[in-house]
């Protein structure tokens, strides 16, 4: 459902499996000194999703929990606290996505901002919120995205500094009456909001298949934009008037599912379907409008999450791993201070990490582990004097 599941089956890896990484079980690993590694599960969530920095040591952490063994997800928010190590819920949030995840969360110095999904009559209709961490009062933002948006998804939160970008998917009915996912970009100002879909260049908005807007990262005043459109990889940056498409000059079947700024240098991930059969994890920094590949040394699998302090970038994948179970997904983060050659940090079957921030002087990374085909537990991973 969320970005990360578009990685093609397990039992098509078995089939054509080009690299395996041998490590076992539970296996974690940090081959740079100086760097601690904390691991910690959060069984409040199910799956997280999003984090967002908060001031005075905390985060919060925006997922999904699966109640009724399973067959009701409610959408959850918590404030996690570095300090004390208490993850408290906030109950009246949920409210807003029943039957429905939280996919994603932005702050702004007072507000956090959070999107998703509930589930109405049967249909997921997207579900925008924003609440005041000094008042603890909430407003629901969800009109804004009607009427053209109400079927659909929030996938991406941004504040850029001065304003928020708001993105996702939105199910809407063609005039033959057939049904199209088609993206939206929204932007809230202090004056209002203002829509943006139309702005965006046509490959990101080609109807009749699966349109998303799955990440947004900004820096000073230029925001990434990427997804997918009905086949291809698609991205584009925003100046906040207007946006400039990203060129990829090959074949480039699949989907762009992160984004950072490392200083100046504009970077996204994904996922390279050229070969359905065989998902490769794509890197690529932007240069004068061109997404440059960059090498990595696995060859299936999905760049989930990126994150970058000034001297570093930090890349998470999901890879397929040899465990005593037979073959199956798990995380890998890599660490580089020049997009050459790569530091393994940290590496861990059944697990995916959603999304990485940095963090005062950490990287903290989000997403869940899997302890059988039901069965899932959100937690944090924290690379603690990462920059």
């Not at 570095?82 to 996505?97: D, R």
């Not at 993105?167 to 909001?193: K, M, R, S, W």
């Not at 990485?356 to 899932?376: A, K, L, S, T």
């Amino acid at each position: 459902m969320k970005k990360t599941l578009k990685i093609t089956s397990i039992v098509v890896i078995i089939l054509c499996l080009i690299v395996i990484i041998p490590l076992g079980v539970g296996y974690i690993q940090s081959s740079r000194e100086h760097i601690d590694i904390n691991y910690i599960t959060l069984p409040s969530f199910s799956k997280i999703y999003s984090l967002a920095p908060l001031s005075d040591g905390k985060i919060a952490i925006g997922g999904v929990k699966f109640l009724n063994n399973n067959s009701n997800p409610e959408g959850i928010v918590a404030l996690y606290n570095f300090v004390n190590k208490s993850c408290i819920i906030l109950q009246n949030i949920s409210n807003y996505f029943k039957g429905g995840y939280v996919y994603a969360l932005g702050y702004n110095g007072s507000d956090v901002v959070i999107g998703g999904s509930t589930r109405i009559n049967g249909d997921l209709h997207t579900s925008l919120v924003e609440y005041d961490l000094n008042t603890n009062t909430l407003v629901n933002l969800s009109n804004i995205l009607s009427p053209f948006y109400n079927l659909g998804q929030v996938l991406s939160i941004d504040w850029t500094g001065s304003y928020w970008l708001i993105g996702g998917d939105a199910y809407i009915i063609g005039i033959n009456g057939q049904t199209c996912l088609v993206p939206f970009l929204i932007e809230i100002n202090i004056h209002g909001h203002k829509d943006l879909s139309s702005s965006l260049p046509l490959d990101m908005r080609i109807l009749g298949g699966s349109d998303e807007i799955y990440t947004i990262s900004t820096s000073d005043g230029r925001s990434i934009i990427g997804g997918a459109n009905t086949i291809n990889m698609t991205a584009s940056i925003f100046n906040g008037t207007n946006f400039t498409i990203v060129k990829f000059n090959y074949y480039h079947f699949g989907v762009i599912l992160t984004s950072a700024w490392w200083n100046s240098i504009a970077l996204i991930g994904g996922e390279n379907q050229t070969q359905p059969n065989t998902p490769v994890p794509y890197l690529a920094e932007i240069y004068n409008g061109d997404a440059i590949p960059i090498s990595l040394k696995y060859q299936i699998g999905v760049v989930s999450a990126l994150a970058s302090t000034p001297a570093n970038v930090y890349i998470a994948l999901k890879v397929p791993f040899n465990t005593n179970n037979g073959i199956a997904y798990g995380t890998v983060i890599l660490e580089t201070n020049n997009l050459k050659s790569f530091t393994t940090l940290f590496s861990k079957p059944f697990v995916t990490i959603e999304e990485m921030i940095p963090y005062n002087n950490d990287v903290v990374g989000v997403g869940y582990e899997q302890y059988n085909n039901i069965e899932y537990t959100g937690f944090l991973v924290i690379l603690s004097n990462a920059g």
